[in-house]
Structures are given as C-alpha cells and as structure tokens.
C-alpha cells in the first residue's frame, strides 16, 4: 500500500516539476509576481515527495518487502543492515531515484537560500531547476520505475552485486552524484542569466558557491572510487581510465574551469560570456556521463541494444537541455558585455591560460572516451584508447597547469609584472629543481616519473606556502603567522587546494615510479623477502561471514627483525550471487603501503601470494582530502556567509583601463 | 555502482592476475612480458590489460606472450602476433595510423586554437580600449577646464 502512494507521490512530484518549470518563467517573462512566487512552494513540494517516495524504497529494502522487483533483483535477507540501505542506489532505477531526490533537494536549497535573489532571476533559477528535475522524473515514471510489483513474491531476493558490499563503493555513488547534480544549479543559473540577459558580480558571487560544492562532492566522490578500486581489486591501481570514471573526471575539470573563471566574473566582471558556456558544459558532461553510465553505450555496443529506451531517452535529455541551452548562448551571448579590462600580464590572464588548460585536458579525455564509437561508426574499426593513450596525451597539460600554478596564484589582478610575482617563488623553484636532480641520481636506471612529480610536488605545496606567507605582509615572523591565521578563508581554500594538487601529484608520481612487486608461491609457515621487507605466510583458513565464504591468510610483515604488521588478505565467495573478491590487506604507512593479496591453493600445497611495497601510495588521497578541504575553506569564506546576494542592488561600476 | 561493468571480467573464472606459475624463469623475459602485457587489452574486460585482469581469456594471451618472447621474438613481433589474431582492438594504446592521427593530434591542436583565440581576445581587449581614452571633445573639454 505505501509503496503505492510513494508511486503516486513520484506522479505527483512530475506534475509539480511540470507546473515550477512553466508557470514562475510566464510569470518572470510577464512580471506577475504571484506567478513567480508559485516556484518556491513548488521546489520544496517537490523535494518533500520525492523525499518520501524515496524513504518508502529504502524502508522496502530494509524490511526486505520482496513484493518489489527491485527488493528481489538486489536484496537478501541476510545481507548487513547497512548493505541493504547501500543497495537502495545500488541498481539503475535506485541511483536515478537518488539522482532525482538530490537535484530536487539543490531545488528546495535555492529556494530556501534564494531570498536575496531579484526575484526574476530567482523564478526563473527554480523554473530551469523544475524542467530538469521534470525530465527526470519522467525518465523515471516511464523507463525505470522502481516500485514494480512482483506477481509472485519469492522467499528471497538476489542479493546485491558483493563488489558493491563495500564501504567505500556503498557512498562513492551519492556523493558523485552531488556533485553532478550539483552543477544543474549552475546551469540553471545559466541558462537563467541568458534568458535575462545580465550577468554581474552579485550573479556571480551566486553560482560560485553551488559550482564549488558541486566539485567538492565530486572531488570526494571520485576520491572514494578510486580508493575503492585501490583495495578492491587486488592489484593496487587506482585509476583505470575506463569510460565510467572518465565520465566523472570530466564534468571534475569543467567545474574546477569553471569555478576558477566565476571569480574573475565575481572579482573583475570579465569573461561573462565564457563563464556562461562554462557552466552549460559542465552540467552537459554530467549529463553525458550519466549517460554513458546508464546507456552502457561505451561499455559494449550490446548493451545499449539490450535497453535502448534508457539511453534513448537521456540522450534526448542531454539534446534538449544543453542543445537549447547552447542555442539560447549563440543567441545571447553577446549581450554579456565584459566590463574589467585586463593586460596580457595578469591574474585574469592566468586564469585564462588555467581554463584552457582545463578544458583542453577535459576535451581529450572526451575525444579519448568516445574515439571507440566514432572509429567503429565511421571507420569501422574496433579498437581501445586506454590507460598508455591517456597517460600520454592528458599528462602533458596537467602538468603545464601545476607549473603555472602557484604563478598565477601570485599575481595580481588587471596588471601585473611577473618578475615581482616571482620573486617569492624563486627559491622554491630552486629547492623544487635541486631535490628533483638529487632523486634522479639516487634512483638508478628508473623513470623520469619520479623526479618530475616530487618537483611539481615542492613547486605547488612550497608555492601554496609563499602564497600565504606573502599575504601576511612584512615584519617579525610571529606577526606574520598571526596575521597568516586572520587571512580569509578563501586565501586558505585556496592554498590548501593547490598544495593538495601537489601532493595527489606526488602520490601518483611516486607509485608509479617505483612501486615494486613480487608474484610467489609461498608455502604455510615460508618468510619471503621483498623490497625489504620480510613477509611471512603463517596459516591460511576457511573463514564464515554473514553473506559469504573467505579464505582468509593470516601473515607478519617485519622489517631487520621487529614486526611492523600482521595482515590478513582474503578471498570471498558470495555465494547467492556465486562471485570472488579479493579483499587485499594493507599496511598503510607514510612513506609507503605493503599490499599483500592471497590467491589460490597450488597443486604442491602452496598458495599464490602477490606482494606490493606502495611507496607513497596513501599521499593521492591526502592530497585529494586537502583539495576538497580546500574547496570547503572557500566555501565558508566571509563574503558567502554575509554578503551572498546582498549587494545584488549595487550597480555594476564601469571598468577602469588597464593601461 | 561505477565500476558494475569490471565485475563482468571477475565473473569470467576465479582467478588471479599474473599466476606463479606463469612467470619466467629469466627476469629479462619476464620483465619484457610484463610491459608488453600492460599494453594489451583484455578482450572480455573493460579498460583492463591482460596484465591486471583475472579472466580466463586474459591467462590464455599473457601465456602467449611469453611463448613467443621465448621463441625469440622481438617485442615488435609478439604484440603484432596478437593483434594478428585478436585485432587492433587489444591494443590499448591506439595506433598513430590513418583516422586515429585525429586522436592524437586533436589535443594539442585544441591548445594551439585555444591559445590563438586567447592571446587575439586579449590582444583586442587591449586596443578596444584604447580609442575611449579621450576624445577630440573631452581632450577640448579637459582644457577647459584646466585652464580656469
């Protein structure tokens, strides 16, 4: 019975998205304000029915209700308690549902926090955020519903996917789809301004918080995939280029493009109209990745003519938002006259050269991802663009945008000279060169990797550092640091950001270069030596869980004879869905994780065991956590918290010459 | 969620990546086999190397690359032998060959265009400015006033 009227709730959520997309953008467009004033209950009724429909689904799959198609294709009664409320997004119907529950919820936060707005931009906002939110919820209603009934309820579901039993997958989806969502909003305002036709500092200083949380959330989202894929699949990558994660990675690049080119809206009120298309792009990214996602159109051309309707039916969302959207650009671009005028040296330039860069790198992941479809569809060819295409072609401007960095973070705004930008950077350049050459000479016979990331590594973290310290103004060092810790927390976010780009960096430069490995048969009770390390295998045993059988090793890792860990890696079979994991065991540590990985009995009465020493593995995820920190910093800056919209009424002043 | 479509190369057969009992007893080869096979795509697999990938099929073809590597192949050679047999489509570096030279170039093409367009935007910027300074009746008007 509940399940119907959470069906019916989801109907009526349609109707509402319908009516918040159409009446408040005739109100806008006729200045009838009681017209416009219908999308701010519309937004929150709709989030309040989907909220419920989407508790009932995640009630049906705690109580385990196997009435439901969807309980029984990924529930099991004796799956934990969190893996059940995990499995309510676990499945295609369940994520869209959370898909649409988050955008109404971006909706309701607008309309909420929407006050200061002038009240057409706000009425026309909630009504683009209504016709996305109507699109899905459609998408919803007609191809993927998840409250279908089953005509015979069977004794037990199916059980979910045990790849997806797993901490780190269970909350990997809704915080990518935060941020995916997250960037509707800034579409929405968008797509807003253009129907307007103004775009100024207050707009600015609007969107640039939603495209800050959004990437925050992606950044976090991505993160926890990454490091799921680290421990989950028994070899230790942690990024495999593959079609999906590149669909988050995108819209990733677009919204860092984007957030850093709203602040030169915000600060100089240039760059409007590059802003504007910014912003469309990265919601079209979101878009095409849920696509690719949900369409499995890149995964294998099967896939998507087993369910055509689903990507059909995206697609067309993805034609109609960011096709007309685009339409609406060409036609009123134009009209978004920049007012700050800058010189080729300067902060907006940076800034400039930042975004191309940034896009650039998003575009040949892009070009890369969909190159399989275009050589088979125009060429017939089948072929792979994989992880070496990427590594080469995507690296090169990474790196270009870290070595531009902390410069452009230095200069300032309209006109600069870059010798006095440079002048506190000089001797971290020099530190950044001279430990690069001295790890080149200790390691012998390896990659340039290595060298390249530890100097990109002290480059951006010793140029986060003379950024803050250069703000703190002259005098003794203690006043200095206290007025280090007055900075505002843009400045801070801004700092911790950048400096977590170079540790990521780091991270990444270090494991891949000199990780080192080593694939054995050891024998119950042997002791093994790697990189060294002294690994000992002392007992392997039949382990129960709840929902599943493990092998599970119990092993000493000891380094000159004192034990630094004891590891246990496992290997589980689910057996509803009859699947292996590999549950590796890490010890993680500062300058490196030992991963170690059990395989299969061998015939002489040995086991496969797979060791890795990591050398500075757990550094990609310290720097991601300092970069949505960062992210965090500069969102709760002062001038979001008092003045967001607050000078809306102020005038935008006329430019003043750089020359 | 993201990574659904990786279980189908976990659900091929329950074993491991690189097996013991495959490696080479010559570290050389070894070593060779390992680069080329990271190289190599796993054809039931998505976005995984033979390397790294726990499918039967993926087994079949590291084996391979090693046998011909100890026939004396050269790295050329043995990856050419697989795609002889399994097609352009388990190389996961595309070929620079006819369409795929679009691949490649389009990045740093986009950077050239991108910059191009940058530096004429600013360039512009600068000049259009330049004209507003002061005009034949403001220059009038500002002696003027300078005068009284």
């Known amino acids: ?659 | 969620m993201k990574r659904l479509i990786l279980v189908l190369c976990l659900l091929a057969a329950p074993v491991f990546a690189v097996q013991p009992d495959e490696v080479l007893d010559d570290p050389a080869f070894e070593a060779r086999a390992r680069e080329l096979s990271k190289g190599l795509r796993c054809p039931v697999c998505q976005s995984e190397s033979i390397d790294e990938s726990n499918a039967e099929i993926a087994r079949d073809l590291r084996i391979l690359v090693r046998e011909r590597i100890v026939a004396g192949d050269s790295d050329e050679q043995a990856v050419a032998f697989i795609v002889d047999r399994y097609g352009e489509y388990v190389l996961l570096r595309p070929t620079f060959g006819g369409a795929n030279l679009v691949l490649w170039v389009a990045g740093p093409l986009m950077l050239l265009g991108a910059l191009g367009m940058g530096v004429v935007y600013l360039r512009k910027r600068g000049k259009a400015r330049l004209p507003e300074a002061l005009s034949e009746a403001e220059q009038a008007r500002l002696r003027e006033i300078l005068e009284e």
């Open chain 1, 1 to 659: 019975m509940i399940t119907e009227l959470a069906h019916f709730a989801l109907i009526l959520a349609f109707l509402v998205a319908i009516a918040q997309a159409i009446v408040p953008m005739l109100g806008a467009y006729l200045r009838n304000s009681s017209w416009m004033g219908v999308a701010e209950p519309a937004a929150l009724a709709q989030f309040l029915l989907i909220s419920f429909s989407f508790a009932v689904l995640t009630y049906a799959f705690v109580t385990s209700d196997f009435s439901l198609r969807l309980v029984v294709l990924n529930s099991h009664t004796a799956k934990p308690l969190l893996y059940k409320i995990t499995g309510v997004w676990g499945n295609h119907e369940g994520s869209i549902l959370l898909w649409v529950l988050i955008l109404s919820l971006f909706g309701a936060a607008a309309a909420w926090f929407g006050g200061n707005l002038p009240p057409t931009l706000r009425a026309r906002v909630l009504a683009v955020q209504g016709s996305i939110g109507a699109a899905f919820l459609a998408f919803i209603l007609f191809t993927s519903n998840p409250f279908l009934r089953m005509a015979r309820p069977p004794m037990n579901g199916e059980g979910l996917n045990p790849l997806l039993q797993d901490p780190g997958l269970a909350f990997h989806p809704p915080f990518l789809y935060l941020g995916y969502v997250g960037l509707s909003m800034s579409f929405s305002f968008a797509v807003a301004a253009l129907i307007e036709g103004r775009v100024d500092a207050a707009w600015a200083r609007w969107v640039r918080p939603w495209t800050l949380a959004a990437w925050v959330f992606l950044t976090i989202g991505i993160a926890l995939g990454s490091w799921w894929a680290y421990y989950e699949l028994g070899w230790g990558g942690f990024w495999f280029w593959d079609p999906v994660e590149n669909a988050s990675f995108m819209p990733w690049l677009i919204a860092a493009a984007l957030l850093h080119c709203a602040i030169v809206v915000e600060k100089r009120e240039a760059l409007k109209s590059w802003t504007i298309l910014l912003a469309i792009l990265a919601f079209g990214f979101s878009l095409t990745g849920t696509f690719i996602v949900r369409s499995g159109v890149l995964t294998s051309v099967h896939a998507f003519a087993n369910d055509p309707e689903r990507g059909l039916f995206i697609l067309m969302i993805l034609g109609v938002f960011i096709g007309g959207a685009l339409t609406l650009y060409a036609a009123r671009a134009g009209a978004m006259e920049a007012k700050g005028v800058f010189a080729l040296v300067s902060r907006e330039s940076a800034l400039v050269l930042n975004n191309i860069l940034l896009a650039v790198a998003a575009f040949v992941v892009f070009v890369g991802t969909m190159w399989p479809l275009v050589a088979e569809l125009l060429f017939d060819r089948k072929l792979s663009v994989g992880a070496p295409f990427f590594n080469a072609a995507f690296t090169p401007f990474i790196v270009a945008l870290a070595l531009i960095m902390p410069i452009g973070a230095l200069l300032p705004w309209k006109r600069a000279k870059l010798a006095r930008a440079m002048a506190p950077l000089w001797g971290v350049l020099v530190l950044a060169i001279a430990t690069a050459a001295l790890v080149w000479t200790m390691q012998t016979g390896r990659s340039v990797l290595g060298p390249v990331g530890v100097a990109l590594a002290i480059w951006l973290v010793g140029g986060a550092m003379a950024d803050l310290l250069q703000r703190s103004g002259r005098g003794l060092l203690i006043h200095r640091l206290g007025r280090m810790m007055r900075l505002p927390r843009a400045d801070w976010g801004r700092a911790l950001a950048h400096g977590g780009l170079g540790i990521t960096m780091f991270g990444i430069a270090g494991l891949m270069a000199w990780e080192s490995e080593e694939i054995r048969v050891a024998q119950i009770g042997e002791t093994f030596e790697v990189a060294g390390y002294a690994i000992t295998l002392n007992d392997v045993q039949r382990v129960q869980g709840p929902n599943f059988s493990s092998t599970r090793a119990d092993m000493t890792v000891s380094r000159n004879g004192r034990q630094l860990a004891r590891l246990k890696p496992e290997k589980r079979v689910y057996p509803v869905s009859q699947m292996p994991t590999t549950e590796a065991a890490i010890d993680s540590g500062f300058s490196r994780d030992i991963y170690l990985v059990i395989g299969d009995l061998q015939a002489d009465g040995g086991w496969a065991v797979r060791t890795y020493v990591k050398p500075f593995t757990g550094w990609i995820w310290a720097g991601t956590i300092l970069m949505a920190l960062g992210g965090l910093f500069s969102l709760t800056d002062r001038r979001y918290r008092v003045a967001a919209g607050a000078r809306r009424a102020k005038q935008p002043q006329s430019g003043v010459p750089a020359e």
